[in-house]
């Protein structure tokens, strides 16, 4: 079966960093992606990791341990406009991804 | 990234009716997927549309009560039969990029409320 767990909320402070984790157990791994939700809107894709290690993109790192099945999200330099949800999602066949149920993000003054 | 609509944005639907959701791409996509978000839920994967045969249902979602059309590789409808209160959800649409990881992008999403 699939299993994708990740924190259900979590909170910062504007300009701090934070990091948001994400274990998974599939019965198969093609890449693990991160993707942020607004509320009341559609998810947009953030990063995407298929070998270990660290992927930069601006103030967005994320990291995958193959095997350890785990990830984690970086966010720097936080703004009031990262609040949202972030989802955690697998890639366990072709085509096929199974969503983690999403950590809601409050970035504080 | 491709560009994603889908109509209606949200609807209000009495119970035992059905609605049909439309979704649209800019460009031509081989895959485009189905989703369901419940109220306060994750993504939950419905089916995957394929173009010029029958979609691809995952565990718990069957044709009878979400009937999927890909008449070609720009469109797809997915419909929501006989509803009820359960239904209540937002319907989501996504394509996928095979360019970089086969990432997906989705569409703004359909607010569903049945009543």
């Known amino acids: 079966g699939q299993n994708i767990d990740q924190p259900t909320e979590m909170t910062a402070t504007e300009g701090a960093i934070v990091q948001i984790n994400c274990t998974y157990q599939?019965?198969?791994?093609?890449?693990l992606f991160w993707y942020q939700q607004h509320a009341g809107e559609a998810p947009t894709f953030l990063s995407y990791?298929?070998?270990?290690g660290l992927e930069e993109k601006g103030r967005f790192s994320s990291f995958l341990s193959r095997s350890k099945g785990y990830s984690y999200l970086l966010l720097k330099e936080l703004q009031m406009k990262d609040s949202a949800s972030y989802l955690c999602?697998?890639?366990?066949?072709?085509?096929?991804?199974?969503f983690g149920k999403g950590t809601m993000l409050l970035v504080s003054p | 990234s491709a560009v994603i609509s889908q109509k209606p944005s949200r609807d209000i639907c009495q119970r035992g009716t059905s609605l049909t959701i439309q979704c649209q791409v800019d460009s031509q996509v081989t895959m485009m997927f189905w989703y369901r978000q419940q109220p306060g839920q994750s993504l939950t994967l419905i089916a995957t549309?394929?173009?010029?045969?029958?979609?691809?249902?995952e565990s718990g979602f069957v044709i009878d009560k979400f009937p999927i059309s890909r008449p070609n590789l720009t469109f797809s409808t997915l419909t929501v039969s006989n509803m009820s209160p359960e239904d209540s959800s937002i319907y989501l649409c996504s394509v996928e990029d095979q360019g970089l990881g086969y990432e997906q992008y989705f569409g703004p999403g359909t607010r569903l409320t049945v009543t």
């Open positions: 549309a394929n173009q010029g045969s029958e979609a691809t249902y």
């Open positions: 990791n298929v070998l270990d």
């Open positions: 599939t019965s198969g791994f093609n890449g």
């Open positions: 999602a697998v890639s366990s066949g072709y085509s096929t991804l199974t």
